[in-house]
């Protein structure tokens, strides 16, 4: 029988963070399995589909204000289909069936294995269609994965939250977390490495807490020595000094469940990037406690030690939340002496951002949108000094770094293992000719605030 969406030709553009970057993978591969030909011009397109984000205000108002603009492709273009997919309809649900009528079809995070009938317009009448997402399982190494990038892939290991921070929706909009089987997650690892990638990096919403859902997956540990065998097994023992075949990395850790067998492994294997991204979200005890998250700052002492200790040249990144409900002015600069102690690698800040839906919500104390601001000024101006004197102790030295693409003529952007992709900063390399994909040894000559400059050694 022939599938209905055959030859259909489909735009999609995907929003937020690397999790939804992969189920909008997962969507096109199953698309193009369905006969639909994908397309990278809106205006090209007979079905356009925005997998969308809502985790905090600024991400939903860019997917709506997305929905919008590609809204206009069903009079200019040859659109006949508006499709909205992920966080957005979770969140917003009827509400947003109402405010959007140019939306054909919103399909919640539950509904992604639905996208070619959705495409095809199969489905049944209803305009929203939210199933709960706890009944969708992870894609497995099966699942056909349609993928952006080339050299670097991103790979879920699990999908959901079991946690309950007040200020976070993610549980609500995923489910409760749900680990991959281990052998599965190292069978699309194999697949990927088979296809040129040479940087996986793990994520899910709470990586370390990976196989702690009774789901009988094995946990972190077990599973990066897995995946970092795959090199050993293919060409023997890693020598310390040599650039790896492929790097492997893990994004989105919590401070509660990096455990020494992590660290130890990280040690243990050379290509395991010597990187840790432990979110801390704040410093100061009580604000710790109203945000739910379950430690002290001595914990992440105490925890920041065991990783330095362990792995003195351990990169460390993280994100804190300023103007959270109830953040004294004495809060706050306990988190600020905190960061100038820890002096972490890459830092991201954010501003406490509200809605009716939060636990968070519910706090009192709120604070004035300038004064969190002012306070996000304060931390980012105090981590460029910080990033900029972590940068200058790599002068001089000889790193590996992999080449992602050429800027201009001889110029290359590069990362080293202690910057991650998209959030951190990059090595850039001035270079005759460098091939994209690969690993290149260089020397680091110059250190800006947030990326280094060197030339091929
Ligand atoms: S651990 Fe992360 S994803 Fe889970 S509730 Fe907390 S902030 Fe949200």
Not at 426 to 446: D, H, M, N, W, Y
């Amino acid at each position: 029988m022939q599938n209905p969406a055959t030859s259909t030709r489909v735009y999609l553009a995907s929003l937020g963070c690397a999790r939804n970057q992969i189920d909008s993978e997962w969507m096109l591969g199953r698309l193009q399995r369905s006969g639909a030909v994908l397309v990278d011009e809106p205006g090209q397109a007979d079905a356009i589909v925005v997998n969308t984000c809502s985790f905090i205000e600024a991400a939903a108002d860019e997917s709506i204000d997305t929905i919008l603009q590609l809204a206009r492709y069903k009079q200019t273009g040859a659109c006949r289909r508006l499709i909205v997919t992920g966080c957005l309809p979770e969140r917003y649900r009827q509400e947003i069936v109402g405010a959007i009528p140019e939306v054909d079809l919103f399909l919640g995070t539950g509904a992604f294995d639905r996208i070619a009938e959705a495409v095809a317009g199969t489905l049944c009448a209803s305009r929203c269609i939210l199933p709960d997402p706890d009944t969708l399982p992870v894609a497995g190494a099966d699942e056909p994965r349609q993928r952006a990038l080339s050299s670097m892939a991103y790979l879920k290991i699990a999908e959901g939250c079991s946690r309950r921070c007040t200020y976070c929706i993610i549980p609500k909009l995923r489910g409760r977390q749900k680990s991959r089987d281990a052998e599965d997650i190292v069978a699309e690892a194999r697949q990927l490495l088979h296809s040129g990638v040479k940087e996986l990096v793990l994520v899910s919403q709470d990586t370390t807490a990976y196989g702690h859902d009774g789901s009988g997956a094995v946990d972190l540990a077990r599973l990066l020595d897995s995946l970092a065998r795959l090199t050993a097994d293919s060409r023997g023992e890693c020598a310390p000094d040599e650039p790896a075949d492929f790097w492997i990395r893990f994004l989105y850790g919590h401070p509660e469940s990096i455990d020494d067998a992590v660290i130890q492994i990280v040690a243990k294997h050379a290509n395991l990037c010597e990187y840790f991204d432990v979110p801390i979200q704040h410093a100061a005890d009580r604000v710790l406690r109203k945000m739910g998250r379950r430690y002290s700052r001595s914990d992440l002492h105490r925890l920041i030690d065991r990783i330095r200790e362990q792995i003195p040249e351990a990169a460390i990144r993280t994100t804190v939340i300023v103007g959270f409900p109830g953040e004294t002015e004495k809060d706050f600069e306990t988190l600020l002496r905190f960061i100038e102690e820890i002096r972490f690698d890459h830092l991201g800040c954010f501003t406490y951002s509200d809605a009716a839906d939060l636990a968070s919500h519910r706090l009192g104390g709120h604070v004035a949108e300038a004064v969190a601001a002012e306070r996000m000024d304060a931390v980012m101006y105090c981590q460029a000094g910080i990033s900029a004197g972590n940068n200058r102790r790599y002068l001089g030295r000889s790193l590996p770094v992999l080449v992602e693409n050429c800027v201009e003529r001889g110029l290359y952007a590069c990362r080293t293992a202690f910057q991650a992709p998209e959030v951190d900063g990059t090595t850039l390399v001035r270079a005759g000719s460098l091939k994209p994909g690969c690993f290149q040894q260089v020397r680091i000559t110059e250190a800006e605030t947030y990326d280094l400059m060197g030339v091929p050694e």
